[in-house]
């Protein structure tokens, strides 16, 4: 449940349905070990569980110096190919967790964002950055590659050719690099950080979640179709909000000069 107590996140729901989900092991740069991954997987089991309403998640990590420093690498050190694979499963599941979330999440990305750290970035939504921030795949020097989604995720914000070189060289990159390629959509002052991102999550929350979940289907099922296909789609999302309360209420509210109630059916 999101209310337990866990060792390496915390987790915070606000009453506007906004989770604050932080990442918590500030001293490893808020790298994710197996139970650091699982309790994050946990998180997004609850949410798909519907057992409690919310509308949007925040995620963010400890500290001033690290959004997420990727796997630990400290444990992984002298792994059997057996242990390394189950792990990694772990992995999957917490990336791929956030990647098909049926509610939004947008990452305040506080510091470093390395490995599968920028992996989980890009699971994300969209994410806001401070101006510190750096950013770097370095799996290509270590003998492996990204496995959690940054081959695949990563042109799709930056362009192939860009993402070719950043995760081909291991070069890392700034928050502005970021920001000029699409990796992150807004830098803001550590200050500022958090509030601006809570500010945006309560935004999205207000917002009708059949009509949110709708957008977030079309426009990642659509980048892999055909123009035409990719046009139906976004009709058969358009007509599935037609009949709903939400869709009636909208325009309800609109005429009626006040800000919409809306429940999600």
Known sequence: MLETEYDHIETTLNDDNVLLVRMSRPEQANSFNTRMA???RSVWIDIESGKTDVRCVVLTGSGNRAFCAGADLKERNGMSETEWEHQHRIFEAMSYGIMNSPVPTIAAVNGAAVGGGLEL?????????????????????????????????LPRRAGLARAREILITGEGFSSDQALNWGVVNHLFSPEELLPKVLEMAHGVATNAPLAVAAIREATMQGLDLSLHDA????????????????????????NEKREPVFKGN
């Open 121 to 153: 970035l890009l699971a994300c939504d969209f994410a806001c950055a401070v101006p510190g921030a750096r950013f770097a795949f370095p799996e290509s020097r270590l003998g492996f590659m990204p496995g959690v989604g940054g081959t695949q995720l």
């Open 38 to 40: 699982e309790e994050v």
């Open 231 to 254: 046009l139906e789609l976004e009709l058969r999302h358009y007509y599935s909000l037609v009949d709903t309360d939400d869709r009636r209420e909208g325009i309800r509210a609109f």
